[in-house]
C-alpha cells in the first residue's frame, strides 16, 4: 500500500523540452505609455541639442586647452631653472680647473724645492765632511812631531819585565 501512493506521485521529466523561466508580466498599461515609434524631433530641438553638445565640449576643449597651458608653463620655468643651474654647474667647473692647475703649479714648486734641499743640504755635508778630513789630515801632519816624544817616554816603561811572584 506504501509503494502504491509513493509510485502514482511521481513525474516523469521529459528529456525533449527544455526548462525555460517563465516570462515577465508586462503590464497593460505601461504599454500604452510607451507607443513603440517614437515622435519625430523638431529641426529646433535638434539644433539646440546640437548647440548644446558643442558648448560641453568647448567648455572641454578650453579645459583641456588651459591644462596644457599651464603644463608648458611650468616646463619653460623649469627649463630656465635647469638653465640657471647647468650655468652654475659650469662656473663651478671653470673654478675647479682653475684651482687643480694652481694646485698642480704648487705641487711642482714644491717638489722642485724638496730635491734642491736635499741636493744643497747633501752638498754641504760633504763640505762639511772634507773639511774636517782635510783639518785633521793636516793635524796629524803636524801632529806626530809633538806626539813622538810622549810615546817615547812612556814605551820604556813597557817594556820591563812584569815581576814574578815566587810561592805560588
Known sequence: MSEGIWTNNIVTIRSDVEIQAPAPKVDAEKVLDHPEHMNDITREEF??????IEAKMDARVESVSAKIEGF??????RDKRLDGVLAQIGKDNGETKTSITSMKTTLIVTAVSTVL????????????LTSNMLSAFQLGKSAPE??????????PAATSPPAVKSGS
Not at 47 to 52: G, L, P, S, V
Not at 147 to 155: E, F
Request: hydrophobic letters at 50%.
Open 47 to 52: 539644433n539646440a541639442k546640437i548647440e548644446t
Open 72 to 77: 608648458l608653463a611650468a616646463q619653460a620655468e
Open 117 to 128: 734641499a736635499i741636493v744643497l743640504g747633501v752638498a754641504g755635508f760633504n763640505t762639511a
Open 146 to 155: 809633538t806626539v813622538t816624544p810622549a810615546a817615547s817616554k812612556s814605551s
